[in-house]
C-alpha cells in the first residue's frame, strides 16, 4: 500500500485514536478532525495536524478539505452511544447524517480518491439470518442506526449520481477502551468492576453479541485504504464467533482470576441497558477476508486478556481487589 495524505474525522475516539496512530506510525500524512468536547477527549493521540470543525458546519468542512486534498477521507465522527440517541435523536441525526452529508459532498467536490465511511452493525436490527451478511434488507431499530443507514444510502446515492468511490465499513462491536479511559460499555465495565470491586454487576445477561478486539477493528480499515477491490462496497467487520453477556462475563471472571487469584462475583439485573435491545448481532465476514485479506487476530479469550492488562496498566494508581494493592499483582 502506498503512502496517502489522509483525512481522519473522529480521530479522539475510541477506534480513531488508534487508527491515527497506527496510520501516523505507519508513515502517512494524516489529519485529525477534531471537535472540543469537555473532557478533552482530543488529546488521546496528538496527531501533529489537528484540525478543529463541527461535522454540521457545511462551510468549515468545506473548508478543510479543499485546503489539505486529502486522497483518502476515514469519516469515524459520530455520536455513537444507542441509548444517547433515544434521548436526543436530532443531535444524533444532525451529526451523524448531516455530518456524513457535508464531509461526503466536500469530498466529491475535491476528489478525493476513497471515502471509507464507519457505518455500523446496528442498522441490521433483529435478524433471522445469523450470522447476517451485508446483503439483507435492513431493521434499524435505534436513532442512531436509522442516521447511519440513511448515511450509507446518501453514499451509494453520490455514487449512482457522480461515481463515487465509497467503502462502506459496517464494525461489529469491539471493546479494548483502555485507550481512551472509558470504562462505560459493556466489557469495559466488567474488566473494571472486577478490577476495582471484585464484582461484576451488569444489566441484561441475554443479548448475543460478536465482541472483536479493538487492533482486528483498526486493521480494518487499514486493509481497506487504497484497496481498489474494496471500492463501492459495504463491508461487515465480524469474528467468526458470538457469545451471551453472560457468557462473555464468565470469561472476564477467568482472566480476572488468572491474574489476580481470585475470581470475582457475577450478577445481572436483568433490566434493558437501553429502550431496545437486539437479540443477537452477529455478521458473516467472509467478503472481509475477500476483499481485503483480513481476518481477526484475537478469539474473545485472548483479546479479554490483552484488554484486562491494558487496563491493569491504567488503574494502576488504584488498589485493585483483593491484591493489597497493584504492586502485588501477578
Known amino acids: 500500500m502506498s503512502l496517502k495524505r489522509i483525512l481522519l474525522t473522529g480521530a479522539s475516539g475510541f477506534i480513531g485514536s488508534a487508527l491515527a496512530e497506527r496510520l501516523d506510525k505507519a508513515g502517512h500524512d494524516v489529519y485529525g478532525l477534531y471537535r472540543y468536547v469537555s473532557d478533552g477527549r482530543y488529546d488521546y493521540y496528538q496527531l501533529e495536524r489537528k484540525l478543529v470543525a463541527d461535522l454540521r458546519d457545511e462551510v468549515a468542512i468545506d473548508d478543510i478539505v479543499k485546503r489539505i486534498e486529502p486522497d483518502v477521507v476515514i469519516h469515524l465522527g459520530a455520536i455513537t452511544p444507542v441509548s444517547y440517541s433515544f434521548i436526543h435523536p436530532v443531535e444524533v441525526t444532525e451529526v451523524d447524517y448531516i455530518g456524513t452529508v457535508n464531509i461526503a459532498n466536500a469530498a466529491l467536490e475535491y476528489g478525493v480518491e476513497q471515502f471509507i465511511f464507519a457505518s455500523t452493525s446496528e442498522v441490521y436490527g433483529t435478524q433471522t439470518r445469523l450470522p447476517t451478511p451485508e446483503d439483507v434488507r435492513l431493521h434499524p431499530d435505534s436513532p442512531y442506526a436509522v442516521a447511519k443507514a440513511a448515511a450509507e444510502e446518501y453514499?451509494?446515492?453520490?455514487?449512482?449520481?457522480?461515481?463515487?468511490?465509497?467503502?462502506?465499513?459496517?464494525?461489529?462491536?469491539?471493546?479494548?477502551?483502555?485507550?481512551?479511559?472509558?470504562?462505560?460499555?459493556?466489557?469495559?465495565?466488567?474488566?473494571?468492576?472486577?478490577?476495582?470491586?471484585?464484582?461484576?454487576?451488569?444489566?441484561?445477561?441475554?443479548?448475543?453479541?460478536?465482541?472483536?478486539?479493538?487492533?482486528?477493528?483498526?486493521?480494518?480499515?487499514?486493509?481497506?485504504i487504497g484497496n481498489k477491490k474494496a471500492y463501492k462496497q459495504i463491508i461487515n467487520l465480524s469474528t467468526d464467533e458470538c457469545y451471551s453477556i453472560a457468557e462473555m462475563t464468565e470469561i472476564v471472571a477467568d482472566v480476572i482470576e488468572?491474574?489476580?487469584?481470585?475470581?470475582?462475583s457475577i450478577s445481572f439485573d436483568e433490566r434493558p441497558d437501553r429502550p431496545y435491545?437486539?437479540?443477537v448481532l452477529w455478521g458473516t465476514n467472509d467478503k472481509a477476508k475477500k476483499l481485503l485479506g483480513w481476518e481477526p487476530k484475537y478469539d474473545l479469550r485472548s483479546g479479554i486478556k490483552k484488554a484486562v492488562e491494558e487496563w491493569m496498566k491504567v488503574l494502576g494508581e488504584y488498589r485493585f481487589w483483593g491484591t493489597g494493592g497493584s504492586d502485588n499483582r501477578r
Open 155 to 224: 453514499l451509494r446515492q453520490l455514487d449512482t449520481v457522480h461515481e463515487f468511490n465509497y467503502t462502506i465499513i459496517r464494525p461489529f462491536n469491539s471493546f479494548g477502551r483502555a485507550n481512551v479511559r472509558k470504562k462505560y460499555f459493556v466489557v469495559e465495565r466488567a474488566i473494571t468492576q472486577a478490577l476495582e470491586t471484585g464484582k461484576i454487576n451488569l444489566y441484561n445477561s441475554k443479548p448475543k453479541r460478536v465482541f472483536m478486539f479493538r487492533d482486528d477493528h483498526v486493521d480494518g480499515y487499514v486493509k481497506a
Open 258 to 264: 488468572e491474574k489476580l487469584g481470585k475470581r470475582p
Open 277 to 279: 435491545e437486539i437479540p
